[in-house]
């Protein structure tokens, strides 16, 4: 029996006037496993073209339960462009024989049962809101990633052994690569915020196990091989990945390629337990979710959700009644899940860690808009002349208050239990203001710079008008900036 319920149900009554009405059975477990007459694709016949007559009887019922309990090498790559007229050498992202080509290895040479030892303080720490991924060397992080793959009871349900997660975690990080931004600390940071989406917000209640399975994977390698440039960078260098893929959403069919090139090699294939109906389904859906991250779905997913926040009844707006047994409708919630842990940087709990991965990927734009000069492209404007913290806050400002604002204020609606990220944001926009209002932050040695250069020409300035103003103000005015030039140089020595 279906149980309607409201997801938008705050306390102080402020969200009440807008009702996200979504179904969900009164029963919380999942209802996963593998269906009658199911095998393990490990049963399989590898020469076989077609699947085998399902055999095993149906797996029981499993519920959502809690279960406690050398630094991999990056290798730099280049992606060169293919412009009419020009003979640029074609190198692969990753093999540099073939775009597909992976590094498939995913055993370290210290890969030993300690490495992989799980602590109550990481199992804290994963729900902790402020966890920052960039405290911790890359070791310590596929621990983390391990930690959490094992929270829900889906290793068990679809028969993933230990030692295949762990070498499958370790392939996907050595085919990160060493970009400010888009590393495995950006895929952890990811798969963390989903994660804590799921157990947290709550948002596990309207999905199914192998929906679970399917987010946190696509979560981890959403943005494997990802070289550092924009879809629309590789389209105009005809990059070979825009040449693959048809300029659709290059670099998201290129992630979720590359995660199941990685699941070839029968030590890293994490689905190889899941019988023939539960792999299609996590496989199809690993793929859709990966691919709603393209930046050029994110309006469309906000509006769709805003229909659904704003009905007054679940009768009002043909499709926005929430099904838990319709797969359109939990790839919707699975989709918002992992869209909001992609941009969820500008809603941390601290500026701090907003402000460190701000300077991450504007470090990010600018090797791009360089990439643009040196190959004779237009150079994206907001890319170009982020060399300050005046110019990223200038930037960041737009940036969140036109996208990411609205997509946490919809998801604060559906999910009471977000809201509070809506207010993280406010509050790291009130900070990057007050690096606007008062100019280029004297933090920054190009802010140092640039206010001793102005409060010298005020000097000059005051000068020029000293006839026409009084000796005291004169003298007051002299007086302010000689202060607050000493503040600044004082600050500069201390640093």
């Known amino acids: 029996m279906l149980e309607k319920v409201y997801l938008s149900n705050n306390d102080d009554g402020e969200n009440d006037h807008i009702l996200g009405m979504i179904e969900q059975y009164s029963q919380k477990s999942f209802t996963g496993g593998k269906k009658d007459g199911e095998v393990t694709r490990a049963d399989r016949t590898k020469s076989a073209a077609t699947l085998p007559t399902p055999k095993l009887p149906a797996a029981p019922h499993r519920a959502n339960t809690f279960s406690a309990g050398s630094t991999p090498q990056h290798t730099k790559r280049k992606t060169s462009s293919?412009?009419?007229?020009?003979?640029?050498?074609?190198?692969?992202?990753?093999?540099?024989?073939?775009?597909?080509?992976?590094?498939?290895?995913?055993?370290?040479?210290?890969?030993?049962?300690m490495m992989w030892d799980r602590s109550e303080e990481m199992i804290e720490n994963c729900h902790r809101w402020d966890f920052d991924v960039l405290k911790y060397d890359p070791k310590t992080l596929l621990r983390y990633s391990n930690?959490?793959?094992?929270?829900?009871?889906?290793?068990?349900?679809?028969?993933?052994?230990?030692?295949?997660?762990?070498?499958?975690?370790?392939?996907?990080?050595?085919?990160?690569?060493?970009?400010p931004f888009h590393s495995f600390y950006h895929a952890v940071a990811v798969l963390h915020v989903s994660f804590m989406m799921l157990s947290t917000v709550g948002c596990d209640q309207f999905l199914q196990e192998r929906d679970v399975f399917a987010v946190l994977t696509a979560a981890l390698c959403h943005d494997l091989d990802h070289p550092g440039t924009t879809n629309d960078f590789q389209k105009a260098s005809l990059a070979p990945l825009a040449l693959l893929y048809n300029d659709r959403s290059i670099l998201e069919n290129?992630?979720?390629?590359?995660?199941?090139?990685?699941m070839q090699s029968d030590e890293n294939n994490i689905l190889d337990g899941c019988g023939r109906d539960d792999f299609a389904y996590i496989r199809k859906l690993i793929i859709e979710l990966i691919l709603k991250t393209d930046m050029a779905n994110h309006f469309d997913m906000v509006?769709?959700?805003?229909?659904?926040?704003?009905?007054?009844?679940?009768?009002?707006?043909?499709?926005?009644?929430?099904?838990?047994?319709?797969?359109?409708?939990?790839?919707?919630?699975?989709?918002?899940?992992?869209?909001?842990?992609?941009?969820?940087?500008?809603?941390?709990?601290?500026?701090?860690?907003?402000?460190?991965?701000?300077?991450r990927v504007c470090e990010e734009f600018s090797q791009?808009?360089?990439?643009?000069?040196?190959?004779?492209?237009?150079?994206?404007?907001?890319?170009?002349?982020?060399?300050?913290?005046?110019?990223?806050?200038?930037?960041?400002?737009?940036?969140?208050?036109?996208?990411?604002?609205?997509?946490?204020?919809?998801t604060g609606l559906l999910f009471p239990k977000a809201a509070q990220h809506t207010v993280n944001c406010v509050h790291n926009v009130k900070k990057w203001q007050e690096i606007v209002d008062g100019g280029e932050s004297p933090g920054t040695p190009g802010g140092k710079a640039r206010k001793l250069r102005e409060l010298a020409e005020n000097d000059k300035s005051d000068e020029s008008d000293e006839s026409d103003e009084s000796d005291e103000s004169d003298e007051s005015d002299e007086s302010d900036i000689s202060e607050e030039e000493e503040d600044i140089k004082e600050g500069s020595i201390k640093e």
């Not at 412009?83 to 992976?102: A, D, E, K, R």
């Not at 094992?150 to 392939?171: C, R």
């Not at 290129?254 to 990685?262: D, G, P």
């Not at 907001?382 to 913290?389: R, V």
């Open 147 to 179: 930690e959490m793959m094992h929270y829900y009871s889906i290793m068990d349900t679809f028969e993933v052994k230990q030692t295949t997660l762990q070498n499958f975690i370790v392939a996907v990080s050595k085919n990160y690569r060493p970009n």
């Open 368 to 410: 791009q808009a360089e990439k643009e000069r040196e190959i004779g492209l237009p150079v994206t404007s907001f890319m170009e002349g982020l060399t300050n913290e005046y110019s990223i806050a200038k930037l960041q400002i737009g940036f969140v208050n036109y996208v990411i604002l609205p997509l946490w204020k919809v």
């Open 303 to 359: 509006k769709k959700m805003q229909i659904v926040a704003d009905s007054d009844s679940c009768d009002d707006v043909k499709g926005a009644q929430f099904q838990r047994d319709n797969d359109a409708h939990r790839l919707e919630v699975a989709g918002l899940v992992v869209h909001c842990a992609d941009l969820s940087n500008p809603v941390y709990p601290t500026f701090d860690m907003t402000q460190q991965w701000c300077f």
């Open 254 to 262: 290129h992630h979720a390629a590359t995660a199941f090139k990685i």
């Open 82 to 113: 293919l412009l009419p007229g020009h003979n640029s050498l074609v190198m692969s992202p990753s093999s540099q024989s073939c775009v597909l080509g992976v590094n498939t290895d995913g055993v370290l040479t210290d890969n030993s049962n």
